[in-house]
């Protein structure tokens, strides 16, 4: 069954680059009907959508967090990535990637997620 | 943007008993083009990922159980667990995605335990 898996680093240094992969397996990226996505929770909080990208590389990111997002895909990997730059410590969360489900060309809802990756910025 | 609240913030009930939490949102995400509800449900238990429960308001995703089902419409919605069982202590988040593919947002979500 598909299954998703965040990698990086847990620890990130203020005003550095916050860099995290989410390796697909399962199922294939290429699907012509899914986006995939990257979602923080900080810790006690509610969760937040940081952005979603195609296989082609077609993305929409959050318009809170759009200056400082980049996301990226590997078809040949199976595997998306995010970097998040100029962190500070309202960065802190668990960082999860999903599949984000398109319905006609509706994109919607996150039906499968990874177990999420805690990223903690500090000095 | 449109912003989810819900209510309450934390609910205990018995088991076996009616669970009911409520999500509003800042402005209507009924799509009057395909007269749909543009509004999903999570179920997130201490340390797992969030769970896609029910989608398009109350449509249940495949393999949720029927004791969970979603209503409402426009901005005003309701999630029931109809007989509350042990395993469904959980917090409980609604989304919308009215306003994909710009946005996409949470409530802050609801915490269910056993009274």
């Known amino acids: 069954q598909l299954q998703l898996q965040e990698s990086g680093p847990g620890l990130v240094k203020p005003s550095e680059t916050l860099s995290l992969t989410c390796t697909v397996s399962?199922?294939?990226?290429?699907?012509?009907?899914?986006?995939w996505g990257w979602i923080r929770q900080p810790p006690g909080k509610e969760l937040e959508w940081i952005g979603s990208?195609?296989?082609?590389?077609?993305?929409y990111y959050n318009p809170s967090l759009k200056s400082r997002v980049t996301m990226s895909v590997d078809t040949s990997k199976n595997h998306f990535s995010l970097k998040l730059s100029s962190v500070t410590a309202a960065d802190t969360a668990v960082y999860y990637c999903?599949?984000?489900?398109?319905?006609?060309?509706?994109?919607?809802?996150?039906?499968?997620w990874g177990q999420g990756t805690l990223v903690t910025v500090s000095s | 943007d449109i912003v989810m609240t819900q209510s309450p913030d934390s609910l205990a009930v018995s088991l076996g008993e009616r669970a009911t939490i409520n999500c509003k949102s800042s402005?209507?995400?009924?799509?009057?083009?395909?007269?749909?509800?543009?509004l999903a449900w999570y179920q997130q238990k201490p340390g797992q990922p969030p769970k896609l429960l029910i989608y398009?308001?109350?449509t249940r995703e495949s393999g949720v159980p029927d004791r969970f089902s979603g209503s409402g419409s426009g901005t005003d919605f309701t999630l029931t667990i109809s007989s509350l069982q042990a395993e469904d202590v959980a917090v409980y988040y609604c989304?919308?995605?009215?306003?994909?593919?710009?946005?996409?947002?949470f409530g802050p979500g609801t915490k269910v335990d056993i009274k």
């Open positions: 999903a599949r984000h489900r398109m319905i006609a060309v509706v994109i919607t809802t996150f039906d499968h």
């Open positions: 398009w308001a109350s």
């Open positions: 399962g199922g294939s990226i290429s699907s012509s009907s899914y986006y």
């Open positions: 402005q209507s995400v009924l799509y009057s083009s395909n007269n749909k509800n543009y």
């Open positions: 989304q919308q995605y009215y306003s994909t593919p710009s946005l996409f947002t």
């Open positions: 990208i195609y296989y082609s590389g077609s993305n």
